[in-house]
């Protein structure tokens, strides 16, 4: 599974910026799907999550922080997977990484470890 990331840029605090994650692979719709975030000298971590579960139903969750500003979706008939990213602050800035398992199996889609597969990143840069 390839995963390349784009739509970083430098915008202004309080503006939109939506990223894309294009994604390789037959099984798309059943991968979760995580975008990461890290910070000079931080850790990285995760800023949403979109899975599959049964029933056909995709459910989301958020770091508490992007909660209300931030959505996650996808277009399976594009591979893709974004993140809208509204209301931006200058804490936001970061590199953004695209995260990818082939199933949705399990709960810890909020850690590093249970993604298989990763993006090389795009910056966003929120100026004040």
């Known amino acids: 599974v390839q995963l390349v990331e784009s739509g970083g840029g430098l915008v202004q605090a309080g503006g939109p910026l939506r990223l894309s994650c294009a994604a390789s692979g037959r099984t798309f719709s059943s991968y979760a799907m995580g975008w990461f975030c890290q910070a000079p000298g931080e850790e990285r971590g995760v800023v949403a999550a979109?899975?599959?579960?049964?029933?056909?139903?995709?459910?989301?969750d958020y770091a508490d922080s992007v909660k209300g500003r931030f959505t996650i979706s996808r277009d399976n008939a594009k591979n893709t997977l974004y993140l809208q990213m509204d209301r931006l602050t200058p804490e936001n800035t970061a590199v953004y990484y695209c995260a990818a398992r082939e199933d949705s199996s399990g709960s810890y889609y909020y850690t590093r470890t249970y993604y298989d597969y990763w993006g090389q990143g795009t910056q966003v840069t929120v100026s004040s």
């Open positions: 979109h899975f599959w579960r049964s029933g056909n139903l995709y459910y989301e």
